[in-house]
């Protein structure tokens, strides 16, 4: 038994996924912050955005964890999750999901608008049934899970603007790429205990991880170009000065980050450095993701 899981209320909120979920919000208002024009901050529209992304994405964890139940009882990773160690049953899991997705997205679209809160479900739904099913049938899944992890900062913009502007597509973009060597690293790592939960991930089928760590190095490339965008102040006419070339904090923080990120990747593609690397290379991609999101977003405000 896990100590998060130990009592009946951390055990639903292990169900939500917390890590995840932060991400979310954090992504989602990395979004409005970031998205074009600068105008006065609307806090009622910026804790709508937060709780109800927070309840959607909480949701949508519950609800994965009570249809991959069976899978995690089997891995070492995921043997103790509160519906494999006992301390939930399943109905009751999937109906507290079905609670906290319904009311996210609720919230969302109506705190916030209709396309912010059509995205929010979009994003549930791409999780929910093509990434999830998907998971267990093909390796694609990695690129496909990529798409409803990457959702968030347009919500956020579409929250800002009712609309999508070319910053929000750029953050897009960035989570999308991010999320492929993000992942690769953790196939690696947990290679064994994918296998043994029936996941058909790239090095279940290509146990060397030669094929992870090209798809790292392959996504990894296009994520730095679009990093390179943002830091570049390319993306909108109305950009402050600040972000306007190398003077900006972002372009040396997201260029530093980027390259650490980077080069741990060109040492994963090496095979004899590819077990040590997976670790590194893993934390590495949760470090750089919050840096590089937090300074734009800081840049952005100041």
Request: hydrophobic share 55%; aromatic share 12%.
């Amino acid at each position: 038994m896990s100590e998060r899981a130990g009592t009946i209320p951390a055990a639903y909120r292990e169900l939500t996924k917390p890590r995840l979920s932060l991400l979310s919000v954090f992504s989602a208002l990395a979004g409005y912050f970031c998205s074009a024009p600068r105008q006065p901050t609307d806090f009622k529209i910026i804790a709508t955005l937060a709780i109800g992304t927070a309840l959607a994405a909480g949701g949508c964890g519950a609800i994965n964890m009570w249809w991959e139940s069976d899978a995690d009882a089997k891995m070492e990773r995921t043997r103790h999750r509160p519906i494999p160690a006992g301390l939930i049953k399943p109905g009751a899991a999937l109906l507290f999901g079905m609670l906290l997705l319904a009311s996210g997205i609720l919230i969302v679209w109506d705190g916030c608008n209709a396309l912010a809160g059509a995205l929010t479900a979009a994003t549930a739904i791409s999780y929910l049934f093509l990434y999830t099913p998907l998971k267990t049938m093909t390796s694609w899944c990695t690129l496909v899970g990529s798409l409803p992890g990457a959702i968030p900062p347009i919500i956020g913009t579409a929250a800002k603007l009712g609309r999508i502007d070319e910053m929000g597509w750029l953050l897009f973009a960035l989570l999308f790429f991010w999320q492929v060597p993000h992942f690769m690293a953790l196939a690696v790592l947990w290679r064994e205990d994918y296998a043994r939960g029936g996941f058909k991930i790239s090095t279940v089928q290509d146990p060397t991880g030669r094929s992870a760590a090209l798809w790292a190095l392959a996504f990894i490339i296009p994520m730095q170009v679009v990093a390179g965008k943002i830091a570049g102040g390319f993306f909108a006419a109305d950009c402050p000065a600040s972000l306007q070339g190398w003077s900006s904090p972002f372009v040396w923080i997201s260029f530093l980050a980027g390259a650490w990120f980077f080069k741990l990747c060109l040492d994963f593609c090496l095979p004899q450095r590819r077990p040590a690397v997976a670790k590194p290379l893993f934390i590495a991609s949760i470090l750089y993701l919050p840096v590089v999101l937090l300074t734009l977003t800081l840049n952005r405000i100041f």
